[in-house]
């Protein structure tokens, strides 16, 4: 394993830019924090192009990263607590976060490979980071074929959908800027279904029997799935309500459906 | 309706103090922010003390507010929109609060009142706030007859519990700070099965009918349930698993079972 080295200034500037927005695009990097996630991203296909840890505090997990295998290519860097605290935005890091390379995935031929039995989740513009970071990890628990995200939904790397994904982002194939419209017509030409959730009045869930082929959409917390979208639906569906409560949250409606769409698939 | 007056200096320093944890303990009182939950708040038997709003650029909402049924008894207060701020932790607030007085509800004939058909949701040490928050109003859609949180989750009346509960906190009979131990004993006399849900060796989700009374329990986000409860069981459950991630979120377990124990109930 590589030695570490102390990180420069002019390198802690640039990383710590990439907590925000524009840097993560200017740049095509993001910033992964925590022990696990890091590891998730050493094990995926993801190319890791630095680890920087604190020099604080933190021989425990210095000890864990020296179990790793990091490839040769990899830069180690060593910082302060303070400017640590450069790099992250949570209140109790452990003091660990890798920089990753974004992968630009393409649609293009991403239909013909997939199995028989598939599910992809299509996301209409859902906002809240950490409502998409729990349906991607949910997705990863089920075993979801593919997400696409639409235009407007919240940026895959922010720092607070990476940490909620669990890792999921380095198991899943995901899609963003997708426009949604034409990713539905492409979905389709390839045999699948189109499936909207409608909290009432569509087909109850338990009444409903998903195809071999589905793309499920979810819409945004506070507006639902888009009209346009709605209108390419084969099928609605609506989880059943037996209290008083005027909506479920998006991914809990998300982790109910894909339960129901993978265990009690005909 | 009452007219609005403008809020005292030391009304403010009060009402602000309840963003603390401390203060709600103390005061017995706890904030409520936002359109929707005051008007969940007002519908309700809890006791609302006060409405404080904002005075800058809220012209709608004050309108929408006048619609509302609101008791004589209940102060209304406006202060600048500078003061406001100290009564909020969200950035985008919609410049309403309501001042509501803690209840304090006992298990003590509990059990007795429930209906031949129950389902109660037990929290033992579950932490994030937005995960009790999301669990409430999940439950309040399955139409759950109630919920114990032990004595080591988060503090129900935090500020972020209550956002994300949107109102379910108004509608459904929770029991904090409740011995979890002796609460399942309790249950068990009054027949309940308790039920656990466990990452995997448990019963497969979709195998298990859920007995007429069931008490489902969900553990901490990192220690799961624990030891002590988990011999309690009479029965542990598996949410089948097809993908990569090792863990489902705790609020969307909750929302997978209870989906389950809803619709495909015996």
Redesign the interface.
């Known amino acids: 394993m590589n030695s570490f080295e102390l990180i420069s200034l002019s390198r802690l500037k640039t990383y710590s830019k990439l907590l925000q927005k524009k840097y993560r695009q200017t740049d095509g990097k993001f910033l992964v924090e925590g022990i696990h996630l890091v590891e998730e991203a050493l094990k995926s296909d993801w190319e890791v192009e630095a680890i920087v840890v604190s020099d604080h505090g933190l021989v425990k997990e210095i000890g864990k990263l020296e179990s790793w295998d990091v490839r040769q290519d990899i830069e180690l860097l060593e910082c302060s607590e303070r400017e640590f605290n450069k790099l992250t935005d949570t209140v109790t890091s452990q003091g660990i976060v890798a920089v990753v390379k974004i992968k630009y995935n393409t649609l293009e031929g991403f239909w013909e490979k997939l199995p028989e039995r598939s599910i992809i989740v299509a996301l209409d513009d859902v906002a809240d980071p ?1 409502n998409i970071g ?1 349906i991607l ?8 074929d593919g997400v696409v995200l639409s235009e407007n939904s919240v940026e895959l790397y922010n720092s607070k959908v990476i940490r ?1 994904t ?3 982002i380095f ?2 194939p995901v899609f963003i800027d997708v426009d949604l419209r034409s990713t539905i017509q492409d979905a389709r030409k390839a045999g699948f279904n189109v499936i909207t959730t409608v909290l009432d009045g569509g087909k ?3 009444k409903f029997s998903f195809p071999e082929r589905s793309i499920i959409v979810f819409g945004n917390e506070t507006h639902g799935i888009s009209k346009e979208i709605e209108q390419m639906a084969d099928a609605s569906i609506t ?11 998006v ?3 998300c ?2 459906i894909l ?2 769409a ?3 698939q005909i």
């Open positions: 950490g729990t990890r949910t997705c990863d628990w089920f075993g979801v909620s669990m890792g999921a198991h899943l109850p869930l338990n989880i059943p309500k037996y209290g008083k409560a005027e909506s479920l949250n991914a809990i409606s982790g109910i339960n129901a993978s265990t009690y």
